[in-house]
């Protein structure tokens, strides 16, 4: 775990804190005004790492490299179990001086993901020190798959994906062939904190044969579907892991996802048409929406004997329809109004007329509205939408959530449902007023968990234990709002 403090008192009172999770500390003494190795380290209860990065590695010590050496050789004295030196320093007396032990020779790429990864990896471990460290910028799948084949996975290796797609280097470290993982206060970047790895990514179960499963999309770094599903795969004892692949495209994905073992992923913004090409199959519904949201990788039977086969499907309508079809007893013929004309409102929209339900769209753009509506045979109408128009009104716009906060629709509430699409916060500002107003309310949170238990279903072929992903989103999001 990575502690920062600005004086001794402040990285005594993290590393006091980290100490009882950890099972090593890392020390940034680059972070403290007056880098300070004997504070630091003083009554230590777990093994340390002393880490003084300069700004040439993307660290914040600015001073002399006599003094910063000379910081880390105190470190030596004092019995740091390990110090982060980094490669184009002079880290030969400090080698000999530990015969090696205890050394992690670091190198910091801000550029990009490097060609030669196993030969830079190699000179590193060539320095003689215990652990060779690489941490590269990582963008995309590619990147992250000749990671994965660079380290070798005895212990002498860390490669570490910097940035919101390199996540997964650090949540299945072990897989990627890493010594250990670091977790802490986000000092490097896409780095997350400890509580997150244990409660969300539940770190401490992962396998190093573990099989993996995805949420690929831009953003997903904050995605609540790793709480979902890896709490299930917890509650049934599997050996899985769920993890966000934060991507700027999909190069390299079938290729990536083979090396690592995907065995899943569920697919979202911006890239639920762009992942058809490269899928063997689409389910028929999918296909119609446009959009695939669920991948499930089988074995390729009788036809690619020894290969996988991707299959793609769609779990947002069923998702959507579950927790309505458990309030409402025929969506047939009911008037539904739908709030918002981009691709959630297509896909609801969709649902809704194979249910025999009459459907029109609302949208604050009405060209945008009448392109939605005539696309799924729907009407379009007036935004908003005039009184008396609609049983049920879905809310398919972000308006009402963190990022967009208000409501799209004041009134009146003469219909019998307001479905909102928006999952946090909840209540909405729009669930609020519709349930004051009378009406059965649904929030997006419903759905987001209808649609994510039938993606595990299709993956393990088991149900997740009744109010499991509930409870573990509601969590989620307490502890980001903490
Ligand atoms: P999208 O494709 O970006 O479409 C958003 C729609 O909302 C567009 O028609 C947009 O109009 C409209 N809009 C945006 N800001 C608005 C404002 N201030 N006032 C009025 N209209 C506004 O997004 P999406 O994928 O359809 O998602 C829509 C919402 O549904 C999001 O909040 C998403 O999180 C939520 N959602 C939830 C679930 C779930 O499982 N609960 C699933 C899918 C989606 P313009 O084109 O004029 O900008």
Redesign the pocket.
């Known amino acids: 775990m990575t502690v920062v403090g600005r004086d001794a008192a402040a990285i005594r009172a993290a590393r006091q804190a980290a100490e009882p999770d950890a099972d090593l500390v890392e020390l940034r003494l680059d972070a403290m005004l007056r880098p300070d190795p004997d504070a630091a380290l003083a009554g230590r209860i777990k093994p340390a790492i002393v880490t003084c990065r300069p700004l040439r590695e993307g660290g914040m010590f600015d001073g002399s490299e006599d003094e910063r050496l000379g910081i880390l050789h105190r470190a030596h004295e004092l019995g740091a179990e390990f110090i982060d030196v980094e490669w184009d320093a002079d880290v030969d007396p400090l080698i000999r001086a530990r015969g090696g032990r205890g050394v992690i020779v670091s190198r910091h790429d801000f550029s990009g993901t490097p060609h030669d990864v196993r030969g830079i990896l190699a000179r590193l471990r060539g320095k003689g020190g215990e652990i060779a460290k690489l941490a590269v910028t990582t963008e995309r799948p590619s990147e992250l798959h000749a990671l994965l084949d660079a380290a070798n996975g005895d212990g002498s290796s860390i490669v570490i994906g910097m940035g919101a797609a390199g996540l997964a280097t650090r949540v299945l470290a072990d897989r990627f062939g890493s010594r250990w993982t670091y977790a802490g206060p986000a000092i490097a970047p896409g780095q997350i904190t400890a509580a997150r790895l244990q409660h969300e990514f539940r770190f401490r179960r992962i396998r190093r044969d573990a099989a993996v499963y995805m949420v690929i999309g831009r953003p997903v770094t904050g995605s609540l579907s790793p709480a979902m599903h890896n709490a299930g795969f917890a509650a049934l004892g599997l050996n899985a892991a769920y993890v966000p692949l934060d991507t700027r495209d999909l190069e390299g994905l079938r290729e990536f996802g083979g090396a690592i073992g995907l065995r899943g992923a569920s697919v979202t913004?911006p890239y639920k048409r762009d992942v058809m090409p490269l899928l063997d199959d689409v389910a028929p519904a999918a296909a119609a929406a446009g959009a695939v949201n669920t991948i499930a990788v089988r074995d390729g039977g009788a036809a690619r004997p020894g290969q996988a086969k991707w299959v793609g499907s769609n779990t947002?309508a069923d998702?959507f329809l579950e927790p309505l079809r458990a309030r409402v007893p025929t969506l047939r013929g009911l008037r539904t109004v739908i709030l918002?004309?981009?691709?959630?409102?297509r896909g609801v929209g969709l649902a809704l007329r194979r249910e025999g339900a009459s459907v029109a769209i609302a949208?604050?753009?009405p060209e945008?509205a009448a392109t939605v509506a005539g696309a799924i045979g729907a009407a379009s109408l007036d935004w908003p939408p005039p009184s008396g128009s609609w049983d049920v009104l879905v809310n398919?716009?972000?308006?009402g959530?963190r990022g967009?906060p208000g409501t799209?629709y004041t009134g009146p509430f003469d219909g019998t449902l307001v479905y909102d699409?928006?999952?946090d916060p909840d209540p909405t500002e729009l669930m609020a007023a519709a349930a004051a107003g009378g009406c059965t309310v649904i929030g997006?949170l419903a759905?987001?968990v209808a649609?994510a238990e039938r993606q595990f279903e299709i993956w393990t072929g088991q149900r997740p234990p009744a109010g499991l992903f509930e409870d573990a989103v509601a969590s989620a999001i307490k502890a980001r709002s903490t």
Do not use: E, N
């Open positions: 913004i947002d998702g918002g004309a981009g691709g959630a409102a949208a604050r753009r945008a398919a716009t972000p308006v959530s967009v799209p699409l928006v999952y997006g759905m987001l649609q």
